[in-house]
């Protein structure tokens, strides 16, 4: 690389330091779990998507365990070629049969299943209105689909109605949305969604991300708990959070929506899938989350309880019932100042500041897991307690 080509990098690399957005990364020495080794030193990590205390479980280990055992380490190849299993196969019918879907196409990640699904099912022809805060790999697929591009505001139903009256034009309407928002700990109001959809003939995809396996009764996400399960046509949703924390990802939906998808959609087509052990793991993951709802209840309970503690000790949390707890501090600095104590006090819990949320929501967002001991939650507050007062942030 010749001078002026690096200098170009390098001055990139050094506006992102003086706005102060740069990530640094922070080195775990032990498994995820409530529990982690941060630099050498014992945390209590706040900050993980691990919902259900998958990501070290043994019944998980144990079926990683047994896939690769049985199976091998990996595919060397795209699912169409020779890369598909019995247990990929056997993945996509377990997590239909739960999503009371007709069928399911795995991904190697939900980003992959939100970049390949647009541009394979509607084009110029189409209207995609999507909600303005939707994750990044949702707005990515937008970007590589024909089809006209409507935002509506931010959960707004009144938008998205007017935007579906002046998509009527269109041969399909689709809305995206995520089901949880991953700042806010957000739900979508799926209800309404689905009821305008009706209304102006529009098809529903929803991210689950953020739901699959901790909301609803039975754990089936966001389209669950809020009753509409058979009413979404597209459901994505990752393996990466609650279903053991790995990686993969998946769309379920209407038979010949995944049928198309597993012809046309280019993530597919030219990626590698997940191998056999995180197939065989997250099998066994849906099975746990279907059979029993005590990693659930645990969750539900700890999120509840810290919840009230924080808002008891006088922090302003976003309202809401969601394990992602934002705590509003309201200035950079102090937030990250917050995020520092509370890493030298023993818990792992990440600052986010703009562009990642609205200038002077700067905040520190907690997420709860199934994982965590109550003992350690209540020796957590007493922390958050003093460290809250000693930064003026609570009286
Ligand atoms: C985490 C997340 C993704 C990405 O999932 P991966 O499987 O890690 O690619 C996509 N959408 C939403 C809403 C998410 O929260």
Not at 186 to 193: D, G, H, S, V, W
Not at 291 to 314: I, V
Not at 375 to 389: M, P, Q, S, Y
Request: charged fraction near 25%.
């Amino acid at each position: 690389m010749d001078q002026d080509s690096e200098s170009i990098f390098l001055k990139a690399l050094e506006g992102i330091a003086q706005q102060g957005l740069k990530k640094e990364e922070s080195i775990i020495t032990s498994p995820q779990d409530a529990q982690i080794k941060v630099f050498g030193q014992s945390m209590l990590n706040l900050c993980s998507n691990n919902y259900l205390g998958l990501a070290n479980h043994p019944k998980i280990i144990e079926a990683a365990a047994s896939g690769l055992n049985a199976r091998g380490y990996g595919m060397a190849s795209v699912r169409f070629i020779c890369g598909t299993q019995d247990l990929h196969q056997a993945l996509e019918a377990r997590i239909s049969q739960f999503l009371k879907c007709d069928d399911t196409i795995l991904y190697s990640s939900c980003f992959d299943a939100n970049t390949g699904l647009f541009e394979t099912l509607i084009n110029e022809e189409d209207a995609i209105l999507s909600d303005t805060l939707n994750h990044a790999s949702i707005i990515d697929g937008i970007r590589l689909c024909k089809a006209k591009r409507f935002r509506y505001r931010h959960l707004d139903m009144s938008d998205l109605e007017c935007l579906l009256k002046e998509a009527v034009k269109y041969r399909l309407r689709m809305v995206a949305t995520d089901g949880v928002f991953s700042m806010d700990g957000e739900i979508a109001p799926l209800a309404k969604i689905c009821d305008l959809a009706e209304k102006y003939k529009a098809i529903v995809m929803v991210d689950d991300s953020h739901a699959t396996g901790i909301m609803g009764e039975g754990g089936r996400g966001s389209i669950e708990h809020c009753g509409v399960l058979g009413r979404v046509d597209l459901v994505t949703s990752t393996l990466g959070k609650a279903m053991g924390g790995a990686s993969g990802g998946f769309t379920s939906g209407r038979k010949p929506m995944i049928d198309l998808l597993r012809q046309g959609s280019r993530p597919y087509l030219f990626s590698n899938t997940i191998p056999p052990m995180i197939a065989a793991a997250a099998t066994k993951a849906f099975e746990l989350v279907a059979e029993g709802d005590d990693l659930r209840a645990r969750l539900w309970e700890n999120t509840a309880f810290f919840r009230k503690g924080l808002e008891e000790l006088g922090f302003i949390i976003k309202h809401g019932i969601h394990p992602i707890i934002p705590i509003l501090i309201g200035d950079p600095d102090l937030a990250n100042k917050m995020s520092r104590a509370l890493f030298e006090a023993g818990l792992y819990a990440v600052a986010f500041s703009f562009p990642v949320v609205p200038e002077g929501q700067d905040r520190i967002r907690v997420q709860m897991s199934a994982a965590h001991a109550k003992a350690d939650l209540t020796e957590a507050l007493e922390k958050f307690e003093a460290i809250g007062k000693s930064l003026q942030i609570i009286e």
